[in-house]
């Protein structure tokens, strides 16, 4: 059963600034905030205005740990209770403001904003990660912004917890799919942990006969064989039983997501005699994110945009950038989710391994259009933290015109400007395209963790 995500509700206001009106304001935000599915909603019943109040309720909320706080200035406010909150907390803050009312000639009647910009400057001082909400209890802004710190912290924190399995390293020469796992655990937070190739493998073959058959049963669900270029049934049946065999992995060292060095040992006929393109496919089709090539840094990339959409993402190379769209590609390693409708993806011998048309097996099919949102997690220059690189654009009605799985994008900042920063600033050339807009998301995941974005637009 997943965890209840737990909100700590702090509605702030003013002595003797207090009214009915911002009274069944309070209300009405609490009881929306319990009305999220998942979220669990503790404090609120009460405004609070002074300094002890708050203490008291500080302990409370020790007590019982929130995930977020929602600091709802009703009115103008104490300025020392948000700062003790994030910091004996621990957790993000949303600064939660809301319209001032016309005083008409009269007295200032709540002051909200003020109180949220004085607040952000206190937590952007500590290093406190916060966001800001700007509208009307009950409004669809104030909604959507509630919704996004929700998305945005329960990312944040799903990274502090991640295990990546690394199974066999980086491939060879792909400098780009290095890994510095200590940064990344102080950074982001994921941890890596390394597995042989040789024990992903020895775990294949001493598989169970009904372990094998319900790995079958599962590949084929995926997508059916070519019928004139499939694989031959013992490359499939060793497709099957690596999918089996990872998944073992992931129960054995208790990771979520893998990143695989998916040749050239894999290929070889004397260790195991197969592409491994498909495999990687059906692995995230069904929950264990895969990143090809052992890009650790592409697998968090993924995580980051499964957490944030709900939806698979595909790890990608670009193929063309040049003129009205670019061309996000990879070898036959899509989850089938991400098919373009009335087409089924194919298990097909790969085009390109020991000259194309030998071994299988790679999972062949064009993606879906949609909006879509192009990223890279990766380290500056000098090595001293992270950066990521984010491009929008609209994934176009694209057919099997390369093998593999291609899908044609029409990126909003045209492809001249986005081929110019990708190679003047040494981007990686692995990227995770997920389907959505969610850059917002991503410039807040940044700005909490330190990351520094670079939006093409």
Request: hydrophobic letters at 40%; charged letters at 25%.
């Amino acid at each position: 059963m997943a965890k209840q995500f737990k909100i700590g509700y702090l509605p702030l206001t003013k002595a003797n600034w207090t009214n009915e009106t911002l009274e069944a304001a309070r209300r009405e935000a609490r009881a929306y905030l319990q009305s999220l599915p998942g979220v669990e909603v503790v404090g609120g019943d009460r405004m609070i205005d002074f300094e002890e109040k708050a203490v008291r309720e500080l302990g409370f909320f020790e007590q019982e740990r929130p995930d977020l706080i929602v600091a709802h200035f009703m009115t103008f406010s104490l300025g020392v209770i948000v700062p003790m909150f994030a910091q004996r907390l621990k957790v993000p803050v949303v600064l939660w403001s809301m319209k001032e009312p016309d005083p008409k000639g009269g007295r200032l009647q709540n002051n909200s904003f003020c109180a949220a910009n004085m607040n952000s400057h206190f937590l952007y001082r500590m290093h406190a990660p916060y966001f800001h909400v700007h509208a009307e209890v009950g409004s669809e802004p104030a909604k959507q912004g509630l919704e996004k710190a929700i998305r945005v912290t329960k990312t944040v924190n799903t990274l502090g917890r991640m295990r990546i399995g690394v199974i066999g390293g980086r491939v060879p020469g792909f400098f780009t799919s290095s890994c510095d796992e200590m940064l990344l655990r102080t950074k982001i937070g994921p941890e890596v942990k390394f597995i042989t190739e040789h024990e992903v493998i020895e775990t294949a073959r001493k598989l169970k006969p009904e372990e094998l058959d319900s790995a079958m049963k599962t590949i084929l669900s995926d997508a059916t064989v070519h019928p004139t270029d499939g694989p031959s049934d013992e490359q499939l049946r060793k497709s099957a039983a690596l999918f089996a065999a990872v998944g073992k992995m992931k129960e054995k060292f208790l990771v979520d997501t893998f990143a695989m060095r998916c040749w050239p040992e894999f290929i070889a006929d004397d260790l195991y005699g197969i592409a491994v393109c498909s495999t990687i496919g059906h692995l995230t089709n069904h929950g264990f994110l895969t990143a090809c090539e052992g890009d650790a840094y592409g697998a968090v990339m993924m995580r980051m945009a499964q957490e944030l959409t709900g939806d698979l993402p595909f790890f990608c190379d670009m193929i063309v950038m040049e003129g009205d769209y670019g061309v996000a590609w990879h070898c036959g390693a899509a989850p089938g989710r991400l098919c373009r409708p009335g087409c089924r993806p194919q298990l097909c011998r790969s085009a390109t391994v020991e000259g194309g048309g030998v071994k299988g097996v790679t999972g062949e099919f064009p993606l879906k259009p949609g909006r879509v949102t192009l990223a890279r997690l990766g380290e500056k220059r000098d090595g001293d933290g992270f950066r990521m690189l984010i491009a929008t654009g609209d994934a176009l009605d694209t057919e099997l015109f390369v093998r593999g799985n291609p899908v044609r994008i029409r990126f909003d900042a045209g492809c001249d400007k986005l081929r110019e920063v990708v190679i003047g600033q040494g981007w990686e050339h692995h990227y995770a395209l997920s389907y959505g807009d969610i850059v917002p998301e991503l410039l807040d995941i940044c700005r909490i963790l330190d990351i520094e974005p670079a939006v093409v637009q």
